[in-house]
């Protein structure tokens, strides 16, 4: 019996064919909810619902003619209205707007119902916002980029909008690296209780900022996709006010000016803005010694004193921000001391807490960076063990420690004693970095169970750059075996009796890169988010051109493994390309990087997933020209020693003014132009081949492995097994 005849009153519902205009850009179902409907609900997006006015025309002719302008844009046209020689496009732009003669290019007439003149107009796109050509010619829908205007705009959003913001830059820039410093209920609760007058808060100006970069990023992976160059500059006008805020007021030095600082310089590295990175780098350094934030506030480590004018939460800010501007100076001065401007010795506090004690503000006691605890500290609350307390950012701060004792030791290789002695420098850092990673706790080694207990917790990217950190300070290390890769100064002499202590080292260096690209892959895979710290991309290109060297320059061509070797490694070149290409959306070095990845693949004729038509293009590497060190020069700079991707290299590049390097002798280098001539003849002369084996012919004959200069590949400056989900590691030896 049908609900009909059961029901003489009942009537089949009419379910409307209208949608909020969201879900039908998406062109998914809209359930009509009002005012919200569930999927803009759940996607914190703009829900509005066509008007009456709109239904009605929305039936009418759409007239398809478009200003000259816009077509050569590829841009949609809102067409000229009557009182309004121009279109919106071209008005907002300021260009001129013509039209082709013909039938339907008059001015259209503005609805009557329109408030402001300028409403719905018969069958017209949506109006286009304020944003580069380049934009334009992207095929992301327009609509897409539209509802994301006020990503563009110079002033703050609604309340509604900062939160969303306030939620992304927590959710994906708290985490990462040591940029938790900002306790997160306070900060909301505080934001909750401000008023509408957000214009002078220079904090929340670049947390938003950054927010807004993954917030577009998000919304491109899961609701449709927008350009690169669009993501990357989503809350720029919000950076650029935060910057005038902070560096307009350098004579107010606070807490909360040393943050937005911090932050700016990580937004300057995004951007590729290196110079301005380096200079905020140094204005960190000195806004710590003006703050004192390297030493403890007082005595009182658990606010019991009545005295007491700061709280425990407060204490724990001060010591991450510290730790914070530790780790920047770390990595920004590179072991280069003549760089440094924060000193381990100064610091006088203990290291962070975990995660867990800082939300739920409970007072900690760890341990210093020296291993003890604070002399002041009660002897009755020291635990037995001082690193119970730490989570993955006290651990962090200890590898950079020890990353950075390595870089000096890297570029002080004349002073040191022989690496294969026992009692060498080399022998002691080794040890201390084995211990490091085989002391992590469970809840911070890289297994199954972490990655996605870290993942519900929005920690998978601090994982992940964790990890890579370590593994990239191994490869920094072993590369000592290496010295016509990565130019050393005095790099040492191995002898003949040697030759497998330099194996072992060359290999080593090989499966960090490895399991660098291992690492990067698996968290591209979950997300583009997980990867978008700036120091991802040079890990990634780093990864391929130490595998391409060890591929091309060390292993025997005719080895029996070799071919596996190198099929193996294939997925990890090409996955470091599609996350280098990934990145470009939040990371503006990313693109050249990327560019110079692929060139090496192509050049050695490896098939990088089709990315370019054309084999035979010989793409120059955009960092490959960089100027080389005499080490006998009368007098050294201080980024003679550096890598060329390092931020004061990079800033340098920048600087027309400055010191003259002394040029290398011209004999004993090839050209650069001969080493590309050589090679695009060979990849020219195979474009015809087919198969992957032909494709791969350079790795395994002798003479064109051989051809495959050096220098094509220098820039000038593990663990046993290789992560999860990556097999083949083990399986070959040391070739």
């Known amino acids: 019996m049908s609900l009909a005849q059961q029901n003489p009153d009942w009537q089949p519902k009419k379910r409307s064919r209208l949608g909020c205009n969201t879900c039908k850009v998406r062109k998914v179902k809209c359930d009509e909810g009002q005012p919200v409907c569930d999927n803009c609900e759940g996607l914190h997006l703009e829900c509005a619902y066509p008007s009456a006015g709109q239904r009605r025309?929305?039936?009418?002719?759409?007239?398809?003619?478009?200003?000259?302008?816009?077509?050569?844009?590829?841009?949609?046209?809102?067409?000229?209205?009557?009182?309004?020689?121009?279109?919106?496009?071209?008005?907002?732009?300021?260009?001129?707007?013509?039209?082709?003669?013909?039938?339907?290019?008059?001015?259209?007439?503005?609805?009557?119902?329109?408030?402001?003149?300028?409403?719905?107009?018969?069958?017209?796109?949506?109006?286009?916002?304020?944003i580069d050509e380049e934009a334009c010619l992207t095929p992301a829908p327009e609509p897409a980029i539209t509802q994301l205007h006020w990503l563009s705009s110079p002033d703050l959003p609604d309340g509604k909008h900062t939160r969303l913001l306030v939620d992304s830059y927590?959710?994906?820039?708290?985490?990462?690296?040591?940029?938790?410093?900002?306790?997160?209920?306070?900060?909301?609760?505080?934001?909750?209780?401000?008023?509408?007058?957000?214009?002078?808060?220079?904090?929340?100006?670049?947390?938003?900022?950054?927010?807004?970069?993954?917030?577009a990023l998000e919304y491109s992976d899961t609701v449709q996709q927008l350009p690169a160059s669009f993501i990357l500059k989503a809350g720029s006008q919000w950076a650029?006010?935060?910057?005038?805020?902070?560096?307009?007021?350098?004579?107010?030095?606070?807490?909360?000016?040393?943050?937005?600082?911090?932050?700016?310089?990580?937004?300057?590295?995004?951007?590729?803005?290196?110079?301005?990175?380096?200079?905020?780098?140094a204005l960190m350094a000195r806004m710590t010694q003006a703050l004192q934030i390297n030493l403890e506030y007082s005595s009182d480590l658990f606010d019991e004193s009545a005295t007491a004018s700061l709280s425990v939460t407060a204490r724990e800010c001060r010591r991450r921000l510290m730790w914070s501007c530790y780790v920047t100076d770390v990595l920004c001065s590179n072991g280069v001391e003549q760089l440094t401007l924060i000193f381990e010795k100064d610091i006088k506090i203990q290291l962070p807490c975990n995660n867990r004690n800082f939300l739920h503000r409970q007072p900690s006691i760890t341990r210093t960076l020296t291993g003890l605890p604070l002399d002041f500290a009660p002897p009755d609350r020291i635990p037995a063990d001082l690193n119970s307390n730490m989570g993955m950012l006290g651990y962090l701060i200890q590898l950079l420690e020890i990353r950075r004792r390595v870089l000096w030791y890297i570029k002080h290789l004349d002073q040191a004693k022989l690496p294969w002695l026992l009692d060498s420098e080399f022998a002691q850092l080794d040890r201390e970095l084995q211990a490091w990673y085989a002391t992590l706790p469970a809840n911070l080694q890289y297994t199954a169970s972490t990655i996605y207990l870290r993942k519900e917790s929005s920690q998978l990217g601090a994982l992940c750059l964790f990890h890579c950190t370590y593994h990239q300070t191994m490869l920094d290390f072993y590369r000592i075996g290496t010295p016509e890769l990565f130019k050393?100064?005095?790099?040492?002499?191995?002898?003949?009796?040697?030759?497998?202590?330099?194996?072992?080292?060359?290999?080593?260096?090989?499966?960090?890169?490895?399991?660098?690209?291992?690492?990067?892959?698996?968290?591209?895979?979950?997300?583009?988010?997980?990867?978008?710290?700036?120091?991802?991309?040079?890990?990634?290109?780093?990864?391929?051109?130490?595998?391409?060297?060890?591929?091309?320059?060390?292993?025997?061509p005719v080895a029996v493994n070799k071919r596996d070797l190198v099929l193996s490694s294939i997925a990890y070149l090409q996955s470091n390309l599609k996350a280098l290409k990934t990145m470009r959306a939040t990371n503006a070095m990313a693109e050249g990087l990327s560019r110079g990845a692929e060139s090496m693949l192509q050049k050695l004729g490896v098939d990088s997933n089709h990315i370019l038509p054309l084999p035979n293009v010989i793409l120059d590497d955009p960092y490959l020209a960089f100027p080389n060190r005499d080490a006998e020069a009368p007098q050294r700079a201080a980024d003679s020693d550096l890598h060329p991707l390092s931020i004061f290299r990079m800033a340098r590049k920048e600087i027309p003014e400055g010191h003259v390097p002394v040029e290398p002798s011209k004999a004993n280098s090839s050209s650069t132009s001969d080493v590309l001539q050589v090679i695009e003849d060979l990849i020219v002369g195979a474009a015809g081949m087919e198969g992957l084996s032909q494709k791969l012919d350079m790795f395994?004959?002798?003479?064109?492995?051989?051809?495959w200069d050096v220098t094509e590949m220098i820039l000038g400056s593990g663990t046993d097994d290789g992560p999860i989900s990556w097999n083949g590691m083990t399986q070959t030896g040391p070739l």
């Open 700 to 707: 395994f004959t002798p003479d064109l492995a051989r051809d």
């Open 240 to 281: 650029a006010t935060a910057e005038r805020l902070i560096l307009g007021n350098t004579n107010q030095i606070s807490i909360d000016g040393l943050m937005t600082t911090q932050l700016l310089h990580d937004y300057a590295l995004r951007m590729g803005n290196f110079t301005q990175a380096f200079v905020l780098s």
């Open 57 to 130: 025309v929305a039936v009418g002719r759409r007239n398809p003619k478009s200003c000259s302008g816009c077509r050569i844009a590829r841009c949609k046209c809102s067409r000229r209205v009557v009182g309004q020689p121009s279109c919106d496009r071209c008005r907002e732009k300021s260009l001129p707007c013509s039209y082709q003669d013909g039938p339907g290019n008059s001015p259209r007439q503005l609805l009557p119902s329109d408030p402001r003149g300028q409403g719905v107009v018969a069958a017209a796109p949506m109006q286009t916002t304020n």
């Open 170 to 215: 927590f959710q994906n820039i708290h985490p990462l690296r040591c940029f938790s410093f900002i306790h997160k209920p306070s900060f909301l609760q505080k934001l909750a209780e401000v008023g509408s007058d957000v214009r002078s808060d220079a904090l929340l100006h670049i947390m938003c900022a950054l927010g807004a970069q993954f917030f």
């Open 488 to 556: 050393l100064r005095s790099a040492f002499h191995f002898p003949p009796e040697m030759s497998d202590f330099q194996r072992h080292l060359q290999y080593a260096l090989f499966k960090e890169a490895r399991t660098l690209g291992a690492i990067i892959a698996e968290a591209e895979q979950h997300s583009p988010r997980m990867i978008g710290d700036p120091w991802f991309p040079t890990m990634a290109y780093e990864s391929n051109r130490v595998m391409l060297f060890y591929l091309t320059q060390v292993t025997d």
